[in-house]
């Protein structure tokens, strides 16, 4: 005869039985779909053409921009100590501090650097409209002008667990190259939008690529600079193409980024050791260093990186015949390239439209706020 009390022991075994078959059948804990399915086209959109020639872009399970850890033999303990972190290569230091979500949403802050904040008397007040611009373009964003002396404590709160790069930063021997790291520091660790005082925001960022574009597929967006279709072009400029450093926006711990970090910070202590980590002494110049040719290096490395793209598939490297007299933005992978147009109007060369052009975004008034101030266009 079937009592209460055997009853009560029948189900409650049933019920333990169909949790255990339950849990043995789910995923680990650590496998996350990735809602792409495994494979993201590299254009999503007929107004985005596809860049010739460049095979599939390879985002790992978890949906981010790297490839996931090689699996050990030995069980893992978990989460890795601070101590473990600190022996890895720069590069994966960086990675597990600031980790890359290409499917997160761009970061609502503008960065600009200078002297002065625009509280102080002592802005320029040639400086005021374009600064303005910026907060008038993106109302509720989070807009800070960052003087000298807060970007070095902002630097070192930030990478306080990536010694070397703190330590990178702060021996740096000339105003530019600090403000040139600086951009990549901040966009690395936090995203958003960098540009610099001199430039005016013609069109707020959320006009710079259509809605029906998915921002779940795009972490940079980026604009030529210079596109010199000339014989004597190395007379004027680095590289062939060349993309703009003045206005970046970027998710936070894009590998562009994680790349030209990891590469300035090297190239820093490297001559730092050698003693000619000074004022007159580089081995290499600014614009090579820190600046836009060093800049448009990295893009051009991580279009051709079989990390994040399957080359096997490719028809050949990404290089500037791909971005050259070009009149729409293309994307490449999850980094949209816009055309000389978004970010230089009115340079009145090289096929770029006026500051009225329907695609301008960002104009630049190349104040030569780097330079000192006897060198410059306009005193501030």
Same mark, same amino acid.
């Given at each position: 005869?079937?009592?209460?009390?055997?009853?009560?022991?029948?189900?409650?075994?049933?019920?333990?039985?169909?949790?255990?078959?339950?849990?043995?059948?789910?995923? @680990?804990?650590?496998?996350?779909?990735?809602?792409?399915?495994?494979?993201? @086209?590299?254009?999503?959109?007929?107004?985005?053409?596809?860049?010739?020639?460049?095979?599939?872009?390879?985002?790992?399970?978890?949906?981010?921009?790297?490839?996931?850890?090689?699996?050990?033999?030995?069980?893992q303990s978990g989460q890795q100590t601070l101590t473990?972190?600190?022996?890895?290569?720069?590069?994966?230091?960086?990675?597990?501090?600031?980790?890359?979500?290409?499917?997160?949403?761009?970061?609502?802050?503008?960065?600009?650097?200078?002297?002065?904040?625009?509280?102080?008397? #002592?802005?320029? #007040?040639?400086?005021?409209p374009a600064e303005a611009s910026w907060t008038e373009a993106h109302p509720g964003f989070v807009h800070e002008v960052i003087t000298d002396e807060v970007a070095v404590h902002l630097i070192r709160h930030l990478y306080a667990s990536v010694p070397s790069v703190l330590e990178a930063y702060k021996s740096l021997p000339l105003p530019v190259l600090k403000a040139d790291f600086f951009r990549y520091l901040v966009l690395l660790a936090r995203g958003g939008i960098y540009t610099d005082i001199d430039t005016f925001a013609l069109k707020s960022a959320t006009e710079w690529i259509p809605a029906e574009v998915p921002r779940s597929s795009i972490g940079?967006?980026?604009?030529? #600079?210079?596109?010199?279709?000339?014989e004597d072009w190395r007379e004027w400029y680095s590289r062939r193409i060349q993309f703009c450093q003045w206005t970046i926006q970027s998710k936070p711990g894009h590998p562009v980024l994680r790349d030209i970090v990891a590469t300035i910070t090297e190239d820093t202590l490297r001559m730092k050791k050698a003693g000619v980590l000074k004022s007159g002494k580089l081995d290499k110049s600014v614009v090579e260093f820190t600046g836009p040719a060093v800049w448009t290096d990295a893009i051009f490395k991580f279009f051709n990186n079989p990390e994040f793209f399957e080359m096997?598939?490719?028809?050949?490297?990404?290089?500037?015949?791909?971005?050259?007299?070009?009149?729409?933005?293309?994307?490449?992978?999850?980094?949209?390239?816009?055309?000389?147009?978004?970010?230089?109007p009115g340079v009145q060369q090289m096929g770029a439209g006026e500051p009225d052009d329907p695609m301008a975004f960002v104009k630049h008034d190349f104040e030569g706020t780097w330079k000192p101030e006897s060198e410059r266009k306009v005193h501030a």
């Open positions: 005869m079937l009592t209460f009390r055997k009853s009560l022991i029948i189900t409650a075994f049933v019920l333990t039985l169909i949790y255990l078959l339950r849990s043995s059948q789910s995923a @680990p804990a650590n496998s996350i779909k990735d809602s792409t399915g495994g494979h993201r @086209p590299e254009a999503d959109v007929a107004s985005y053409p596809q860049t010739t020639g460049r095979a599939a872009y390879k985002p790992s399970q978890s949906g981010r921009l790297y490839p996931p850890p090689t699996a050990s033999k030995k069980k473990d972190i600190a022996g890895k290569p720069l590069r994966e230091q960086l990675q597990y501090q600031f980790p890359y979500d290409v499917e997160g949403k761009f970061p609502a802050y503008i960065w600009q650097t200078w002297k002065y904040t625009p509280a102080s008397g #002592e802005f320029g #007040e040639s400086f005021r940079l967006i980026i604009g030529i #600079e210079a596109d010199p279709d000339r096997e598939r490719s028809k050949g490297n990404i290089s500037y015949e791909h971005f050259t007299s070009m009149k729409t933005a293309k994307k490449v992978g999850d980094v949209v390239v816009l055309p000389i147009t978004c970010f230089s």
